[in-house]
Nanobody, 115 residues
Framework: QVHVVESGGGLVQPGGSLRLSCAAS????????MAWYRQAPGKEREVVAG???????SYANSVKGRFTISRDNAKNTVYLQMNSLKPEDTAVYYC?????????WGQGTQVNVSS
């Protein structure tokens, strides 16, 4: 049984930083791709950033230059460093890990950006 757990969310002021972590357990393989999504109230879930097994990264235009995704394959962990946070970054952030054609989702972690 694979478990994916996000952590690191919280309340931060505009311009501040947070680092999200997503750790997967219960597996003996490394994921092909790992990604962060977010869902704000009343909006659809959207992809924020992704990283493949060799470290190639991609970002949504709204977070380019502010967010950085990275992964530690030995720990089956993916991180999202979020800098210069804006109120519009407020959302529940989810981690998705993919192996072959199977997606594994975490339960999400809340990020609130407010003064």
């Amino acid at each position: 049984q694979v478990h994916v757990v996000e952590s690191g969310g919280g309340l931060v002021q505009p311009g501040g930083s947070l680092r999200l972590s997503c750790a997967a357990s219960g597996l003996i393989f490394s994921f092909d791709t790992m990604a962060w999504y977010r869902q704000a109230p009343g909006k659809e879930r959207e992809v924020v950033a992704g990283i493949n097994s060799v470290g190639y990264t991609s970002y949504a235009n709204s977070v380019k230059g502010r967010f950085t995704i990275s992964r530690d394959n030995a720990k089956n962990t993916v991180y999202l460093q979020m800098n210069s946070l804006k109120p519009e970054d407020t959302a529940v952030y989810y981690c998705k890990c993919r192996k072959d054609s199977t997606d594994y989702w975490g339960q999400g972690t809340q990020v609130n950006v407010s003064s």
